[in-house]
Every structure is written in structure tokens, then in C-alpha cells.
């Protein structure tokens, strides 16, 4: 009984050892049959080396010194190393780990981004045109610094996943210990009003889209519910919710509920950033001074209309793009 239980053990040692290097083959080729995809496409990928390791239990291909370009040649990224890794038994999960350092170029700018952990992980469903099921990417002490400008999370989560439906997504944002650099910080509160560092900002919405997120489809936005959108700034702390259809162009319409404390912060932030003149936020401001409920709060309806933003009835100043 020892002996035919010891042969099955390494019958199947050898069978699984005989897939890994299969699949590790298959995860090259395939890795490289994607660089030249893109590269088909206009982009310029350059890079080392390309390995594939993880024996018995993972798929990890690295490769080292990849610079990348573009189509357009507006944008450059290199790292020392990028790495993807899959399960052998779960190949349509893969995890991305990002190096230590980073850096983009654009004209006339070079961005550096640090941290201490950057990766993201996917699962994608089991098909030759693959579809993002869901994703997260996590960072720790990420720092984003260019010349002048910069900022730095203590941690940063992005996390989307399907909802019910291949091109519905919930898509939410969680950030802690923001603090922005001196040259950016002189930019946003040039009075020093708020505190250095904010503290929380945690956003939480559904995404209807034409089509499921993939390397192969270009899907575009057409509805957008913010179901909470929270930001805790010293003393300010503010809460949006609400729904907006978006048209073809990007231009979002619909209404926000947009409860705020410590709004008098933030009305002299607004102004700083030339969002209001002085004389709409103290309109503002003075229609908000009696509507404040028990914990300090403050309603204030928002619209978006005709591509712009309606505060209060006062137009402030054209909406975004989405």
C-alpha cells in the first residue's frame, strides 16, 4: 500500500511539475505575444530582461528596466522592474507588484512616485477577450512629486468590481494622511486656512458604462451615482451624494446633496482656488448661516446643467468631464 501510495505521489508531482513549466511557457510567450501587441499599436516598450519564475504554485514574470512611450511620444514611464503574478491553478487572477520608484515624463515635467507597497490585483473572466470582473490597487507612503508640485498618502485604496451586470461597476476610493508638498499647498490654501494634512476621503459610486471594462473595448460613461462621497479636513468635514446621467462628450447633469461643516474653511478655499468671487461665497455664506441643523450641518443643493456647476442657484464656474 506504501509503495503504490508513494508511486501516485510522485506520479503527480511529476504531472504538476510538467504543467508548471507548460504554463510557464505559455505565460512567457503570452506576455510576450502582449508587448508586441502593443507594441503594433503605436507604443514603445523596451526592457531588459524577461523571466518567468514561481515554481510550483505561481506564474511570476518579471521584467526588468521597462521603459515605455506613448503612441503620441507625449508620455514616458520607466521602473526598475514591473512584476505580474498568477496562481498555476487560478490563472485569471493576477496580482501587479510596483517597485519602490517610479517615473513619468512629460514636456518640460518629470514625475517621481515612491512608495513603500503599490500593487494591484485583477480577475478577469476565463475568455480570449478577457472582461474586468474586479480590481483593487493599494498603496502605502505613496509620494507623487514633480518640480514644484506634489503630495503624499499615507494610504491610498482604488477597489472596482461588476454589479449585476457586465458593464455596471462599483468603483470606490479610499484615501488617509493626505498632505500636499509646499509649492502645491501655496496653490490650494494659499491663506493657510486648513490644516496641512487631510484626513480622510472616502468615495463610494456606481458606474453604468456602454461597455464591460477590457483591453479590448473602449467603454464610455453614461450614468454616475455618487452614493457617499465623505472628506474630513481638520474641522471641515463635507458629504455628497446623488445621481447624474453624462452625455457623449463627457458632460455630467443631474443633482447633489451636499451637507458641509466648518463651511466658513471652506468657502475661503473655494474663493483661494478662484472657484467664487468673494462676493458669491459671502452670499453663500450668509444663505447658509441659518440653515444649519444639530450637528453643524449645512444643506446645499448643487446642479449640474448645461456643462455648468449651480450653487445655491449661482452658477460658480463650468462643470468637469467625465
Do not use: C, E
Given at each position: 500500500m506504501v509503495k503504490w501510495l508513494t508511486i501516485l505521489v510522485l506520479?503527480?508531482?511529476t504531472l504538476w511539475g510538467g504543467w508548471w513549466f507548460v504554463g510557464a511557457s505559455a505565460a512567457d510567450?503570452?506576455?510576450?505575444?502582449a508587448i508586441d501587441s502593443a507594441r503594433a499599436q503605436g507604443w514603445g516598450i523596451e526592457y531588459g530582461d524577461l523571466t518567468v519564475a514561481g515554481f510550483p504554485n505561481r506564474f511570476d514574470v518579471t521584467l526588468d528596466a521597462p521603459r515605455v512611450m506613448s503612441p503620441d511620444g507625449v508620455m514616458r514611464w520607466s521602473a526598475p522592474f514591473v512584476q505580474v503574478l498568477a496562481?498555476?491553478?487560478r490563472l485569471n487572477h493576477v496580482i501587479a507588484v510596483a517597485p519602490r520608484e517610479m517615473t513619468i515624463e512629460v514636456p518640460g515635467e518629470t514625475i517621481d512616485i515612491t512608495s513603500t507597497d503599490l500593487r494591484a490585483s485583477a480577475v478577469v473572466t476565463p475568455s480570449r477577450q478577457p472582461d474586468l470582473r474586479r480590481a483593487t490597487v493599494t498603496a502605502s507612503d505613496l509620494t507623487i512629486?514633480?518640480?514644484d508640485l506634489g503630495a503624499t498618502f499615507a494610504?491610498?485604496?482604488l477597489a472596482a468590481r461588476q454589479n449585476g451586470s457586465d458593464a455596471i461597476y462599483d468603483v470606490?476610493?479610499?484615501l488617509t494622511g493626505v498632505s500636499a508638498s509646499d509649492g502645491l499647498r501655496a496653490k490650494l490654501d494659499p491663506t493657510g486656512t486648513l490644516p496641512e494634512v487631510i484626513d480622510t476621503l472616502d468615495i463610494d459610486t456606481m458606474m453604468v458604462l456602454s461597455d464591460p471594462i477590457g483591453i479590448t473595448r473602449d467603454p464610455v460613461l453614461s450614468e454616475l451615482t455618487i452614493r457617499r462621497a465623505t472628506l474630513n479636513w481638520g474641522d471641515a468635514r463635507v458629504i455628497l451624494s446623488g445621481d447624474l446621467t453624462v452625455a457623449a462628450d463627457g458632460t455630467p447633469d443631474g443633482d447633489l446633496s451636499l451637507r458641509a461643516r466648518g463651511w466658513d474653511?471652506?468657502?475661503a478655499f473655494v474663493v483661494a482656488q478662484e472657484w467664487l468671487t468673494a462676493?458669491?461665497?459671502?452670499l453663500i455664506g450668509s444663505g447658509l448661516s441659518g440653515l444649519e441643523d444639530a450637528e453643524g450641518f449645512a444643506e446645499i443643493p448643487v446642479s449640474l446643467s448645461g456643462g455648468q456647476i449651480i450653487v445655491m442657484g449661482l452658477p460658480v464656474g463650468p462643470a468637469p468631464r467625465l
Open positions: 506520479v503527480a508531482a510567450r503570452g506576455a510576450r505575444t496562481l498555476s491553478y512629486r514633480a518640480t494610504t491610498a485604496v470606490a476610493i479610499a474653511d471652506l468657502l462676493a458669491q461665497a459671502s
